[in-house]
């Protein structure tokens, strides 16, 4: 019997590790999650494929730990001999990085040089290959210098978030040409889903409708409009993730629709869904500024469709429904097939009042 191939992410509890790890689990891996200890149960995104470990066939394995604890990386893949790591763990708030600056340096960069020394000491000591995938992001492009952003254009991190995560990029190349090291960058504009965080825009503006639309929430509070973004579906970018790491040849890619669109338009096509008008409900509240702003993303994946055959299979219009029926469906609102089914809001108001009572 061929031994399953074993993968460890860090982050495994996010939006990417968990579509990761149904990847993974497809493809027959036996994969392992670092999770971090938490007063409340922190596996939402991953309980639906979670089994008991003392189950026969159990393929799902967690692992308490931190990127900030360099220890319990180092014991973690002793224990778990992994031939592919995914480094997706990280405070990955831009907002919330101006915040907590050190916090976020420490996990996003000192992190991954955490990891990346813990796997040179054990290839070395073992003389078994591991391959590396760091998860890179467009905000290291940062201030615009030329779009559209592609593996050259130079880095211009305009937070806490993305210098730290520019300081794991070039730790990363620089293990790969020191080391002999099978370490990827992949370069990642914005990609969501319903399982995005709720205080990213997107998920915060989807869960608004679906909350207006039930009757729970009036107002929605944001902060910068201007800003554009080259919104992705988190599905489609965890599988470029993979595809890195299964080449013959290490490298980093961006990975991007090659198209970019404002928040307005995500307002419009959300709120729209729902027959409503967003200017009736979104106030702005300065709080959710920051102190430098990225205006405009918008990459370019000619690489990734090239060398890895990668290509995004749903369009703007798609995620922003994706995402829109997520949130009414967590809330017991059906809205019809994948046309704008909703005319009365009072109507539905009605109805769910009567479903629930
Ligand atoms: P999420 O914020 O959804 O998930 C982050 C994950 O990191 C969670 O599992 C979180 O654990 C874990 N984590 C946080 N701090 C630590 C720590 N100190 N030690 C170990 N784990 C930690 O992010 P996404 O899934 O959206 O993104 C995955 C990665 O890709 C991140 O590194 C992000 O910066 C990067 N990225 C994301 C993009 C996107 O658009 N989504 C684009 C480009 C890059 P917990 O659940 O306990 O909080
Ligand atoms: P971003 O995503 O900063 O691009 O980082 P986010 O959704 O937080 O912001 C996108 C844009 O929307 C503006 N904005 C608001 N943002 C939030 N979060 N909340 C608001 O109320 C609000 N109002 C306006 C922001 O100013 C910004 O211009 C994401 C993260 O996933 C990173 O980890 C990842 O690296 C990058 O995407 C690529």
Same mark, same amino acid.
């Given at each position: 019997m061929t031994q399953r191939k074993r993968a460890l992410l860090t982050g495994i509890t996010g939006q990417d590790g968990s579509y990761l790890s149904e990847l993974l689990l497809e493809q027959?891996?036996?994969?392992?999650?670092?999770?971090?200890? !938490?007063?409340? =149960?922190? #596996?939402?995104?991953?309980?639906?494929?979670?089994?008991?470990?003392?189950? &026969?066939?159990?393929?799902? =394995?967690?692992?308490?730990?931190?990127?900030?604890?360099? #220890?319990?990386?180092?014991?973690i893949l002793e224990d778990v001999k992994p031939v592919e790591i995914y480094n997706l763990g990280a405070q990955s708030h831009v907002r919330v990085s101006f915040d907590?600056?050190?916090? !976020?340096?420490?996990?996003?960069?000192? @992190? !991954?040089?955490?990891?990346?020394e813990a796997i040179r000491d054990y290839q070395q000591r073992t003389g078994i290959e591991v391959r590396f995938y760091?998860?890179?992001?467009?905000?290291?492009?940062?201030?615009?210098?030329?779009?559209?952003?592609?593996?050259?254009?130079?880095?211009?991190?305009?937070?806490?978030?993305?210098?730290?995560?520019?300081?794991?990029?070039?730790?990363?190349?620089?293990?790969?040409?020191?080391?002999?090291?099978?370490?990827?960058? @992949?370069?990642? =504009?914005?990609? &969501?889903?319903?399982?995005?965080?709720?205080? =990213?825009? #997107?998920r915060k503006i989807t869960r608004a409708v679906a909350r207006i639309v039930a009757g729970k929430q009036k107002k929605l509070f944001l902060g910068n409009l201007d800003s554009k973004?080259?919104?992705g579906y988190a599905k489609d970018y965890v599988r470029a993730m993979w595809l890195m790491l299964q080449q013959d040849q290490p490298d980093d890619y961006v990975v991007a629709t090659g198209e970019t669109h404002e928040i307005k338009e995500f307002l419009d096509l959300?709120?729209?869904y729902v027959n409503l008008d967003w200017q009736d409900y979104v106030e702005f509240d300065e709080r959710y500024l920051r102190p430098a702003e990225v205006d405009l993303l918008i990459g370019d994946p000619t690489k990734a469709k090239?060398?890895? @055959?990668?290509?995004?299979s749903v369009t703007f219009e798609q995620l922003v429904r994706l995402m829109v029926e997520g949130d009414l469906g967590a809330l017991g609102i059906h809205s019809g097939n994948h046309k704008p089914a909703i005319q009365d809001l009072a109507t539905i108001r009605e109805n769910l009042a009567s479903s629930v009572s």
């Open positions: 027959g891996y036996e994969v392992h999650g670092i999770i971090r200890r !938490t007063s409340t =149960f922190n #596996t939402d995104r991953i309980d639906h494929i979670y089994e008991d470990p003392h189950a &026969e066939g159990a393929q799902l =394995f967690l692992h308490y730990g931190d990127l900030t604890d360099g #220890t319990t990386l180092r014991r907590s600056p050190e916090y !976020t340096a420490d996990s996003v960069g000192m @992190g !991954t040089l955490r990891l990346l760091q998860a890179g992001s467009s905000e290291m492009f940062g201030k615009v210098q030329q779009v559209p952003q592609v593996e050259t254009t130079p880095f211009y991190p305009r937070s806490p978030y993305a210098c730290a995560k520019v300081y794991a990029h070039w730790q990363t190349v620089n293990y790969r040409e020191s080391y002999d090291l099978f370490a990827c960058n @992949g370069i990642l =504009f914005n990609h &969501e889903s319903p399982r995005r965080g709720e205080t =990213f825009v #997107t973004r080259d919104w959300s709120f729209g090239q060398k890895l @055959g990668w290509e995004p």
